[in-house]
Each structure stands twice: as structure tokens, then as C-alpha cells.
């Protein structure tokens, strides 16, 4: 059997079950950073501040995670990748046992924050021990199955999270992931393979020398740059159905369920396409994501063209993600957690990016039209970096071509 049949096997053999693992982890991660926009008013009302003050809630946690992933991923470097795991999902819980006691805004706030922290290092290690347990060949799969977990918190976990605050109080959603997330961290405990004995060792000197490559500094601006387009229109979805479509404000919900199952299949499904040709994926998504927003651009007073768009939206906006993590990983070769947490903090620092500046479209003349076109505009730079990593890898091809028809030296 040939090298390159054996990868095709490998690829389409069983993940391990520590991908799914994995994956559960990510859903429990992906279910806190969004379920609060569903509860603010109780919480709100609880707490007794604005609701715009609860919203401080959602914007601590993403400045944890942009911060707090490369912060974490060096801070456990020396630790075995299981305890590190493990060890993120118990302090992910003990900071919600403590949002569910509090009537302390600053220490919810404070909780929020360090609960972002451990979900950084959670990201940033599951994505490494998930392309490293499935080997080369299936690692861009089993990172659409990880990182499917947070697509699929959209689909079930924000709503139903959401549905639960509202009916026995919002404190009741963080007592529940308190709980997973402590059956979550002895599976993972138990699953998570021990590191290597052989291989070099960990190192903040191996890590920070990885980011040489400018691939990864490439592999980075398109993680920013993805979510930075997608989630500029999609923070402000709400508005632009409620005000050009006419749709009621009770089927917004309906509709972002319609989205994250979209995100959901693309995650996966472009996980496992980009394990064979991930540079045809890349431009495919990025040429549908462009297409998609102009789209939406110029056709959201149809409320039935709308909704499939924002749900097309989620499936090519999406599924890039696990190619572009994949390729961080591998860039950055022998060490690669550092790699693989800034592709973390890149897509956080996209969405704020992208989001701050579509908060100002949408006080624009373009009204709700605003945020799509500026996810528009920065979906149009997505074949910056695409280009360059895709000349890069032509001209080392290129390279290699013109060394082996030199032949040996005589």
C-alpha cells in the first residue's frame, strides 16, 4: 500500500472517542459565551442595573477569551495536555457556581472573566490533542467535529439555555453547566491520551519561534478576517429582520436556529472536505460567504430569500474554521499550542472587530442594511491571505519539483 492511500485510509478510519469528548467540551463552552444574550432582562432584573450593563457580561467574556487564550495556552505549557483539560473545565464550572450565587454585578463580572480564561485554554489545547490523536490525515475532521460542539451550541444549547432561564430563572442555565462541566472534565481526564515521552519538550522559546512562519501569521488574519465578515452581519441580524424584512420579533429566535444549524453542518462538513483539499474549500467558502452578503445586501426585504440566506450564512461562513485551526497546528509544527490558541483569539478578535464597527453602520444612513455591508467589505479581504498561503504553497511545490528532476548530486 502506498503512503498516500494509507493517509486516504486514515482519514476515512473512526475518530477516537476523545474527539467527541472534545467536542461535548466546546459545546458546554460555546453555550456560556451566547446564552446570556437570551436572559439579559432576568438577569437584569435580578441584579437590579440596565440591561445594557448586564450586556457587560458578554463583552468581559470576549475580552477574556481574545486576551486570556494565548495567556493561558503559555501559562500551562509545562502541564500534561489531559490535566490542562481537565483542570479548565473545573474552574469553567466553579466560575458558574459562583455566577449562580452572586449578587455581586462586579463578582459576576469577575466570574465571567476568569470563566473565559479557562475556556481559552480549554479551545486552545482541545484543538492540538484533537489533530494530534487523529492523526495527519484527519485532523482538519476531527477539528470540524471539535469545533462543531460550539456550532452546535447554537442549535440547541443558547436556545434551550435561554428557554430555561426564562421558565425557572436564569441562574438555573449556570447550575446546569456547572455540572456538565464537571462530568465533563473526569471523561476528559480519563480519555485524554498521556503526552509523549519522546519529542521535544514544551517550551515558551519553541512556541514563540513557531510564529516565525509567516504561514501562521497568514493562517491568523483569515481566522479574523471569517468571523470578523460573518458576525458583523450576524450581531445584528435582529434589526435587519425585524426593520427590512418585517418580520415579528418572536421569530428572530427561530431564525438563528436556522443559522446555527447551518454553521453546525459547514463546520463539519468543511472539516471533512478540507481533509482532501482544504485550498478549494477555502475559496469555495469565501466566494459563497462573499456572495451570500451581497445578497443579503440587496434582497433582505424578502423575508423567504432572508431567512435561507442567513442560513447559508452559517453553513460557508463557518466552515472554514477547522481547516484554517488545522493549518495554524500544522504550521507551527512541533509546537503548536500557541499557534493554535491565537487562531482562537483571532476569531474572537475578528467578531469584536467586526462587530464594533457594524454597531456603527447600523447608525448610519444604511440603517439595518449597515452591518451586511461592512460583513460585505471585510468578507472581500478573505482572499488577501488566501492568496498569499496559496502562492506560498505553489512556489514550495515549484521548488520541490525543480529538486527532483535535478536528480542526486553526482
Given at each position: 500500500?502506498?503512503s498516500?492511500?494509507?493517509l486516504t485510509?486514515a482519514?476515512?478510519a473512526?475518530?477516537p472517542?476523545?474527539t467527541?469528548v472534545l467536542?461535548a467540551?466546546t459545546?458546554?463552552m460555546?453555550t456560556t459565551?451566547?446564552?446570556?444574550?437570551?436572559?439579559?432582562?432576568?438577569?437584569?432584573?435580578?441584579?437590579?442595573?440596565?440591561?445594557a450593563n448586564?450586556?457587560?457580561?458578554?463583552?468581559?467574556?470576549?475580552?477574556?477569551?481574545?486576551?486570556?487564550?494565548?495567556?493561558?495556552?503559555?501559562?500551562t505549557?509545562?502541564?500534561?495536555r489531559g490535566?490542562?483539560l481537565?483542570?479548565?473545565?473545573?474552574v469553567?464550572a466553579?466560575?458558574?457556581?459562583?455566577?449562580?450565587?452572586?449578587?455581586d454585578f462586579?463578582?459576576v463580572?469577575?466570574?465571567?472573566?476568569?470563566t473565559?480564561?479557562?475556556?481559552?485554554?480549554f479551545?486552545?489545547?482541545a484543538?492540538?490533542?484533537g489533530a494530534?490523536?487523529?492523526?495527519?490525515?484527519?485532523?482538519?475532521?476531527?477539528?470540524?467535529i471539535?469545533?462543531?460542539?460550539?456550532?452546535?451550541?447554537?442549535?440547541?444549547?443558547?436556545?434551550?439555555?435561554?428557554?430555561a432561564?426564562?421558565?425557572?430563572g436564569?441562574?438555573?442555565?449556570?447550575?446546569?453547566?456547572?455540572?456538565?462541566a464537571?462530568?465533563?472534565?473526569?471523561?476528559?481526564?480519563?480519555?485524554v491520551?498521556?503526552?509523549?515521552?519522546?519529542g521535544?519538550?514544551?517550551?515558551?522559546?519553541?512556541?514563540l519561534?513557531?510564529?516565525?512562519?509567516?504561514?501562521?501569521w497568514?493562517?491568523?488574519?483569515?481566522c479574523a478576517?471569517?468571523?470578523?465578515?460573518?458576525?458583523a452581519?450576524y450581531s445584528?441580524?435582529s434589526?435587519l429582520?425585524?426593520?427590512?424584512?418585517g418580520l415579528?420579533?418572536?421569530?428572530?429566535?427561530?431564525?438563528?436556529?436556522?443559522?446555527?444549524?447551518g454553521?453546525?453542518?459547514?463546520s463539519n462538513?468543511?472539516?471533512?472536505l478540507?481533509a482532501?483539499?482544504?485550498?478549494?474549500v477555502?475559496?469555495a467558502s469565501?466566494?459563497?460567504?462573499?456572495?451570500?452578503?451581497a445578497?443579503?445586501?440587496?434582497?433582505?426585504?424578502?423575508?423567504?430569500?432572508t431567512v435561507?440566506?442567513?442560513?447559508?450564512l452559517?453553513?460557508f461562513?463557518?466552515s472554514?474554521?477547522p481547516i484554517?485551526?488545522?493549518?495554524?497546528v500544522?504550521?507551527?509544527?512541533?509546537?503548536?499550542?500557541l499557534?493554535s490558541?491565537?487562531?482562537?483569539?483571532?476569531?474572537n478578535?475578528?467578531t469584536a472587530?467586526g462587530?464594533?464597527?457594524a454597531?456603527?453602520a447600523?447608525?448610519?444612513?444604511?440603517g439595518?442594511?449597515?452591518p451586511?455591508?461592512?460583513?460585505?467589505v471585510?468578507?472581500?479581504?478573505?482572499?488577501?491571505?488566501l492568496?498569499l498561503?496559496?502562492?506560498?504553497?505553489?512556489r514550495?511545490?515549484a521548488?520541490e519539483?525543480?529538486?527532483?528532476?535535478a536528480?542526486p548530486p553526482?
Amino acid at each position: 500500500m502506498s503512503s498516500d492511500t494509507a493517509l486516504t485510509v486514515a482519514a476515512k478510519a473512526r475518530l477516537p472517542l476523545v474527539t467527541y469528548v472534545l467536542a461535548a467540551g466546546t459545546f458546554l463552552m460555546g453555550t456560556t459565551e451566547f446564552v446570556v444574550a437570551g436572559i439579559l432582562p432576568e438577569i437584569a432584573h435580578d441584579l437590579g442595573i440596565t440591561v445594557a450593563n448586564a450586556g457587560l457580561t458578554i463583552t468581559v467574556f470576549a475580552i477574556g477569551m481574545i486576551v486570556g487564550t494565548p495567556t493561558m495556552a503559555i501559562a500551562t505549557l509545562k502541564l500534561p495536555r489531559g490535566v490542562t483539560l481537565g483542570l479548565s473545565l473545573l474552574v469553567f464550572a466553579m466560575g458558574h457556581v459562583i455566577v449562580a450565587t452572586t449578587s455581586d454585578f462586579a463578582l459576576v463580572l469577575g466570574a465571567r472573566f476568569v470563566t473565559a480564561l479557562a475556556t481559552g485554554a480549554f479551545w486552545a489545547v482541545a484543538a492540538v490533542v484533537g489533530a494530534k490523536a487523529a492523526g495527519p490525515a484527519a485532523s482538519s475532521r476531527a477539528l470540524g467535529i471539535v469545533l462543531g460542539g460550539g456550532m452546535l451550541a447554537n442549535v440547541i444549547g443558547v436556545p434551550l439555555g435561554a428557554f430555561a432561564g426564562q421558565a425557572i430563572g436564569w441562574r438555573g442555565p449556570f447550575w446546569a453547566l456547572a455540572v456538565l462541566a464537571v462530568l465533563a472534565a473526569v471523561a476528559v481526564y480519563r480519555l485524554v491520551p498521556a503526552d509523549p515521552a519522546s519529542g521535544p519538550a514544551p517550551s515558551v522559546r519553541a512556541e514563540l519561534a513557531s510564529l516565525k512562519d509567516g504561514r501562521v501569521w497568514l493562517v491568523l488574519a483569515g481566522c479574523a478576517i471569517v468571523c470578523g465578515s460573518s458576525l458583523a452581519a450576524y450581531s445584528f441580524v435582529s434589526p435587519l429582520l425585524t426593520t427590512n424584512t418585517g418580520l415579528n420579533s418572536s421569530a428572530v429566535p427561530f431564525i438563528l436556529v436556522g443559522y446555527g444549524i447551518g454553521a453546525f453542518i459547514g463546520s463539519n462538513l468543511g472539516g471533512h472536505l478540507g481533509a482532501d483539499r482544504p485550498y478549494a474549500v477555502l475559496f469555495a467558502s469565501a466566494g459563497m460567504t462573499f456572495l451570500v452578503l451581497a445578497a443579503l445586501c440587496v434582497s433582505s426585504h424578502n423575508a423567504v430569500v432572508t431567512v435561507a440566506l442567513i442560513a447559508l450564512l452559517g453553513l460557508f461562513g463557518m466552515s472554514t474554521n477547522p481547516i484554517l485551526i488545522g493549518m495554524a497546528v500544522r504550521y507551527a509544527g512541533h509546537a503548536p499550542t500557541l499557534a493554535s490558541a491565537l487562531s482562537t483569539s483571532s476569531f474572537n478578535l475578528g467578531t469584536a472587530i467586526g462587530s464594533w464597527i457594524a454597531g456603527y453602520a447600523l447608525e448610519s444612513t444604511l440603517g439595518a442594511t449597515g452591518p451586511v455591508v461592512v460583513g460585505t467589505v471585510i468578507a472581500a479581504l478573505y482572499f488577501v491571505p488566501l492568496g498569499l498561503l496559496l502562492g506560498v504553497k505553489e512556489r514550495a511545490a515549484a521548488g520541490e519539483a525543480a529538486t527532483m528532476s535535478a536528480g542526486p548530486p553526482g
